[in-house]
């Protein structure tokens, strides 16, 4: 291959010829996206062929980018400068993800990726998930009532260990169909969360003592330390949901003699609840990704605590239907869970780029 091919000796550097450039077009048509070049006068300049098939042949060089797209919100985006966005297109009435660039001389680099076919497998998934959930409901609870008529009768020893082991897997299973049938209603926006001012500190102790019996078992004290009359603005079954997912995974990480402390505090704008426990923490690898489905750090140990690695992406959705941000901090002492809330004296939407009220 002449790309690779070595010379013995080099050659003297004034006999050297200067470097040819990479001919644009051949850089625009091996990305993989729709890609063009926007001159300085803002009309395209260069465009591959994914570009010109998006957009229909002669459609889009020598026009400009409101011209080609008809989308006002990309045009004004690109002359703010760099950006990336999913973007409604109304010439071909599809969702895109936009990047821009600048390049040198005024020119900038547009890149457009189609999303019609990942929010169609997307949708296809999700419609999927809760119909599979729904139709497990019916025989996963028959399999659980069935066993536990079976374990209050006389049974040898045997056949009730044998049926122990159904038990405790429908169960299982039964918190799984839920969990992914909770998740879906919130993915299909069917949960709408209804806002109500509500007291932190009496709501936290009334959660709380859900889990003083199992936190025992494991000589693991749980409290609370809220300022009295501390509200938030939330949805209560869900905000409920949040924080008793919360509370059980600290409870369940943390080992025996250990503690969980939920805290609340305003913090400009916004409530922000965490739950604190003194478990064996979170790697920095997985910290990011915890919220995703499914997602384990430890799967053996979160498999055998009974979790459905489910529990964290509910947290997310619920918060995120609210208006709200929530995140992990974590070290060796421990994980600290917190999540955001818009207290009743603020109107804010509280985001993870908050820039003021919305
Ligand atoms: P699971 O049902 O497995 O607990 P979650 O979605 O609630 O699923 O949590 C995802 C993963 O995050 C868990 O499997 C566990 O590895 C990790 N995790 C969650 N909470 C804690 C915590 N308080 N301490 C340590 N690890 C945690």
């Known amino acids: 291959m002449a790309l690779f091919r070595r010379k013995s000796a080099p050659e003297p550097l004034a006999a050297r010829a200067p470097e040819p450039e990479v001919p644009q077009q051949a850089v625009l048509d091996a990305l993989p996206d729709a890609a063009g070049v926007l001159g300085p006068d803002g009309r395209f300049a260069a465009a591959n062929a994914a570009m010109e098939s998006l957009f229909g042949a002669g459609r889009v060089l020598g026009r400009s980018l409101l011209e080609t797209t008809r989308s006002k919100e990309l045009a004004d985006a690109l002359e703010q400068g760099p950006f990336e966005a999913e973007v409604h297109l109304p010439a071909l009435q599809k969702q895109v993800l936009a990047r821009a660039r600048p390049l040198s001389h005024g020119r900038a680099l547009l890149l457009l990726r189609d999303l019609t076919e990942a929010k169609r497998l997307e949708a296809v998934r999700r419609d999927f998930i809760a119909n599979a959930s729904h139709e497990l409901r019916t025989p996963v609870s ?6 536990e008529t079976l374990l209050s009768m006389p049974l040898d020893a045997d056949a009730k260990s044998f049926v122990h082991i159904v038990s405790r897997h429908a169960e299982r299973l039964a918190r799984l169909t839920q969990d992914l049938l909770d998740l879906s209603r919130l993915e299909t926006g069917l949960f709408r969360p ?6 932190l500190a ?8 859900l889990f003083v019996e199992v936190a025992s078992k494991k000589q693991i004290s749980v409290g609370a330390d809220i300022p ?20 059980d995974n600290a409870v369940k ?32 690898r997985h910290r990011e990704r915890i919220f995703e489905r499914f997602y384990r750090a430890d799967s053996g140990r979160a498999r055998e605590s009974g979790g459905t690695g489910l529990g964290l992406a509910i947290v997310k959705h619920l918060t995120q239907a609210q208006g709200g941000t929530v995140g992990v901090q974590s070290g060796r002492g421990g994980s600290r869970f917190w999540i955001r809330l818009p207290s009743p004296s603020s109107n804010a939407v509280v985001t993870e780029t908050s820039r003021g009220p919305a």
């Open 253 to 284: 990480y943390t080992p025996q003699g250990g503690r969980v402390t939920v805290l609340a505090d305003d913090v400009g704008g916004a409530v922000e609840i965490s739950v604190l426990d003194t478990g064996p923490g979170i790697e920095d």
């Open 194 to 199: 209804s806002a109500e001012t509500l007291e």
């Open 228 to 247: 009295p009359g501390l509200r938030c603005r939330a949805d209560r079954r869900a905000l409920e949901q949040m924080l008793v997912n919360l509370l």
């Open 202 to 209: 009496p709501f936290v102790e009334g959660l709380i003592e």
């Open 142 to 147: 028959a399999l659980k009532g069935a066993a």
